[in-house]
């Protein structure tokens, strides 16, 4: 498996809940930062969450803090997004990212991260 596998989204209205999942082989995943970025059409790809892959700290763009939550699951090789009071500007394609580098934390630019997903589309709308 040469790519994580974006899952879970779909149609929200505002205020709603969605969790997206990201998996992967131990070998991809495992010990590596994995980030969760998003992108609209005709905006930029911007940062969502990530978690590291050296502690499993977090970080989250300011939109999203307090709302979102990255964790892992190691057992079944998958990075979940939990999103909760989803907002429409929160619409876009939600892609997976692992770090170019092992066993450190990450930030939420895109320069850090390859082995990119395909996505998963989240619409937040009534």
């Known amino acids: 498996q040469l790519q994580p596998v974006e899952s879970g989204g779909g149609l929200v209205q505002p205020g709603g809940s969605l969790t997206v999942s990201c998996a992967g082989s131990?070998?991809?995943?495992?010990?590596?930062?994995i980030g969760w970025f998003r992108q609209a059409p005709g905006k930029e790809r911007e940062g969502v969450a990530c978690?590291?892959?050296?502690?499993?700290?977090?970080s989250y763009a300011d939109s999203v803090k307090g709302r979102f939550t990255i964790s892992r699951d190691n057992a079944k090789h998958t990075v979940y997004l939990q999103m909760n009071s989803l907002k429409p500007e929160d619409t876009g394609v939600y892609y997976c990212?692992?770090?170019?580098?092992?066993?450190?934390?990450?930030?939420?630019?895109?320069?850090?991260?390859?082995?990119w997903g395909r996505g998963t589309q989240v619409t937040v709308s009534s």
């Open positions: 990212a692992r770090d170019l580098q092992y066993y450190r934390g990450c930030g939420l630019s895109t320069a850090y991260f390859g082995s």
């Open positions: 131990g070998f991809l995943l495992d010990f590596y930062a």
């Open positions: 978690i590291s892959g050296a502690d499993d700290s977090t």
